[in-house]
């Protein structure tokens, strides 16, 4: 089959989940014989300049793993970017002449629009309800929706990350989704060197947050109530600010009340690999999520995990990690107490987690399941 990709913002990149998704699949459906292109919005990566690199730039074309990789035009601004790169990859991705779009997220399912009135078998996965995301204002929320609503009524094929969202759809739109979830793979545990080195991290001497700052990812709630414990342990605060630089502002003042809290910033590599290799605890505590990668990931190495209890989390967990109420600052505060007085349930819960999450989220099963519904195994 000749498969496109749209949505994502830059494949090899982590600049968040749905490029790690696109990346897996994309690359997977290659070596089964598959013609894949994927197209790449340009401009800057939303980590930071710093890590802009061969996957940006208007025009750029290259093979990555197999993978044809179009880089389209893409204007810069809150809320233009996926609107302007998912116009311009649809109008390409038509004159290609694919098989089967496959977009991902609510925002570029506007476009989706344009491949159903031009005959092209359409797939959707909605990773998340965007329009609920407290960094877009009301333009940016109504046209997310728009996209969500497009999706239902004209996608071909809906899949969706949760059993909740698959809920949602057919109470909302009467819609019959497909619950596919992410896939994930054993983590490979290394050593602390190089977060030792550069911010004077050992061996479960610290609890981790990992993932994108922005308000729906509760890290709010976890330098509050981390800031109420009576621990030697820091806290480790990892990602960067996805349009979102207003609570990042607010993040570095609250961590800059309490000198056990660390921002890195954007990781990737092996600064990544150490810190999912060596925390104590991995802490989620978001407010609002699809199905959240980076605790695939956490567990995948292995780690006691706590979350909060939405069902986009509890779903994953199923029990196999500790969960307090969400948006509560007081529950959170209790269970990491628990958690850093108790190191018997830590271990108990590390031992496990990564057999655990492997043995329930497969990447070839969710790429045989993606082809399925294109149509083309």
């Known amino acids: 089959m000749k498969i496109a990709f749209i949505g994502h913002k830059r494949i090899p990149s982590r ?42 730039g208007h025009g750029k074309r ?12 893409t204007i810069e601004g809150k809320g233009l970017a996926a609107l302007s790169s998912s116009f311009f990859a649809t109008l390409q991705a038509i004159k290609a002449g694919p098989d089967v779009i496959h977009y991902h997220a609510e ?20 990773h998340g309800l965007d329009w609920q995301r407290a960094k877009w204002g009301k333009f940016a929320s109504t046209y997310l929706k728009f996209g969500e609503r497009t999706a239902a009524k004209c996608a071909d094929e809906i899949i969706v990350l ?16 497909h619950f596919i979830p992410n896939g994930i793979e054993y983590g490979e545990p290394v050593s602390a060197q190089e ?4 911010y004077g991290l050992h061996k479960n001497d610290y609890v981790l947050f990992l993932g994108r700052i922005v308000p729906e990812k509760g890290v709010h709630y976890l330098i509050e109530a981390f800031s109420k414990l009576n621990t030697n342990k820091k806290l480790v605060i990892a990602g960067g600010a996805s349009d979102s630089n207003e609570y990042y502002q607010h993040i570095q003042q609250m961590a800059n009340q309490d000198s056990r809290v660390i921002l890195t910033g954007f990781i990737q590599g092996q600064a990544l690999k150490e810190l999912y290799s060596n925390a104590y605890i991995y802490v989620l ?22 979350t909060s209890d939405i069902p986009e989390c509890a779903e994953v967990v199923e029990g196999h ?4 109420q969400h948006g509560s600052v007081e529950s959170l505060r209790k269970k990491l107490q628990e958690l ?9 819960y590390k031992a496990n987690a990564a057999d655990y999450i492997v043995g329930k989220y497969n990447w070839d099963d969710v790429t045989d399941q993606t082809l399925n519904l294109y149509g083309g195994e």
């Open 15 to 56: 600049e968040g989940g749905i490029e790690i998704v696109v990346d897996e699949l994309a690359t997977r459906m290659v070596d089964r014989g598959h013609q894949v292109i994927a197209y790449n919005r340009s401009g800057h990566n939303v980590a930071g300049s710093e890590f802009d690199g061969v996957a940006n």
């Open 62 to 73: 290259f093979s990555y793993h197999g993978v044809n990789v179009v880089s389209v035009p």
């Open 107 to 126: 925002g570029p399912c506007v476009m989706l629009r344009l491949a159903h009135w031009a005959g092209v078998r359409t797939v959707a996965t909605i």
């Open 162 to 177: 949760s059993e909740s969202m698959r809920q949602y759809f057919q109470e909302k739109y009467g819609r019959s989704t």
């Open 195 to 198: 977060i030792t080195e550069k």
């Open 285 to 306: 505590p978001s407010d609002l999520e699809g199905m959240p990668l980076s605790l695939l990931e956490a567990m995948s190495y292995g780690n006691c995990c706590l």
């Open 321 to 324: 990690a500790a969960t307090f």
């Open 340 to 348: 850093l007085e108790n190191d018997d349930l830590v271990q108990r």
